[in-house]
């Protein structure tokens, strides 16, 4: 039987050592990068509070440590996040959580945190923004908020997408990086509002878009290799409406069927070299895609095929356990993923149900070197899911877990 993570282990306050190394490998970033850090209605607040970020890459991490100066929150992060280190992010004090699961344990480790007196920091959209945009928020939060029943801090980071996109993630050195700490729900007013006005005030204030962030301050991206995986993204082609055949390389994006071909400006626009832009906005092509999916959705019609896949599993945060081969289908009833042959007693079988998921993570390239993969978690496991055979592309995978889910909900309420 497989060594399973540790769950319920209470999440540490920082050690007082690492205190001083935290502000020193993020103060150098921030300087680099010329973050400027304004506070909002900020004034006298002090911990146990709730720290809620937007997310678009590592940097995030490092702002938020400068700040917040002297107080040293309890992070959630991913378990991948503990792969051979779960010592020190055990003292760093990050609490452990498997993505996109109703997970009782870490409402409770938020609850201590705050009962202790410090303050838990969240990542809502629970995964990078896949082109620097606001990434699908859970229904719950809002609930979540009322049971910790404290005052909600958001910090609102703009530029991070920009410099190290997901799809790219190297350091575009990328200048005059924005973030602002602000109070947006006193004690009283997570209290008196409703769950639903909760959810609505938190929508408007994540909302974010960072190329017209950039394009509207005049931020260059001098990275020579600025367009190199943007076609992760940006996986159909709006002039022939073919899919998986677009292809990226340091300054361009193409359509391999029609041979419709993008240049990327140092202002993050799109220029065509083969005639109509259609989109120079990377956030408008990207919400295209997403209406085209929502269609096949609607349609009862949207299907991945039957993929063949490699599957690796995250019982703990050793090591991966290779699970072998198997096969997915993403289609109108969720997630099926079935292994050729059992490892040991494990289950042979993964199933997502729609309403299990209101959104779904996916990797580029991950790791450098399983290539583009679905991660699926249980409780107590996470299996990554690589398709090695056909096309796909995950973006679409992640557009129509979202929209199947929409789609039901919107079912419901009719």
């Known amino acids: 039987m497989l060594e399973r ?28 990068h010329q973050v400027k850090i304004t506070k909002t209605n900020m004034e006298g607040i002090k ?52 993505k996109f699961t109703n997970d009782i344990m870490l409402v409770k480790h938020l609850m201590n945190v705050i009962k202790r007196g410090d303050v838990p920091a969240i990542y809502p959209e629970a995964r990078y923004s896949l082109c620097g945009t606001t990434a699908v928020l859970p229904e719950s939060l809002g609930k979540l908020l009322k049971v910790l029943d404290v005052p909600v801090v958001t910090l609102m980071c703009h530029g991070h997408h920009i410099n190290a996109p997901f799809w790219n993630t190297a350091d575009h050195k ?13 004690k009283e007013e997570v209290e008196d509002y409703s769950v639903e006005a909760i959810n609505e005030k938190l929508k408007e204030r994540f909302w974010y878009d960072d190329y017209a962030w950039a394009k509207n301050k005049g931020n260059i991206i001098k990275y020579p290799k600025r367009c190199l995986g943007l076609h992760k993204v940006l996986y159909q082609c709006p002039k022939c409406g073919c899919e998986y055949e677009m292809t990226s390389t340091d300054l361009e994006l193409k359509c391999n069927h029609c041979g419709a071909t993008w240049y990327m400006n140092e202002d993050g626009t799109l220029t065509s070299k083969t005639g109509e832009v259609i989109f120079s906005h990377i956030p408008d092509w990207y919400e295209w895609e997403r ?57 042979i079988e993964m199933i997502k149900p729609v309403s299990s998921l209101y959104s779904c993570h996916i990797e580029y390239e991950y790791l450098g070197k399983y290539g583009d ?42």
């Open 47 to 98: 911990p146990p509070f709730v720290l809620l970020c937007n997310h678009n890459a590592f940097m995030d991490f490092k702002v938020a440590t400068m700040a917040l100066g002297k107080i040293h929150p309890n992070y959630v992060v991913a378990i991948d996040g503990f792969i051979g280190r779960e010592g020190l992010l055990r003292n760093i004090g990050c609490i452990c959580k498997r």
């Open 174 to 186: 990328v200048k005059g990086l924005e973030a602002e700490l602000k109070l947006l729900f006193t």
């Open 5 to 32: 993570f540790d769950m319920k282990k209470p999440p540490r306050k920082m050690k007082w050592y690492l205190k001083p190394l935290a502000h020193l490998l993020s103060a150098g970033d921030v300087k680099r």
């Open 291 to 347: 209406k085209n999916v929502r269609r096949e959705v609607l349609e009862g019609r949207y299907s991945s095929g039957n993929l063949r896949v490699k599957v690796m599993s995250l019982p703990n945060a050793k090591r991966f356990v290779d699970f072998g081969y198997g096969y997915m289908c993403h289609d109108m009833n969720g997630f099926k993923v079935t292994l050729d042959k059992p490892y040991g007693d494990e289950p």
């Open 373 to 414: 993969l679905v991660d699926l978690n249980t409780l107590n496991d996470t299996w990554y899911i690589h398709p090695v055979e056909g096309k796909y592309a995950v973006t679409k995978m992640a557009l129509a877990t979202e929209e199947l889910y929409l789609a039901m909900q919107e079912a419901k309420k009719s």
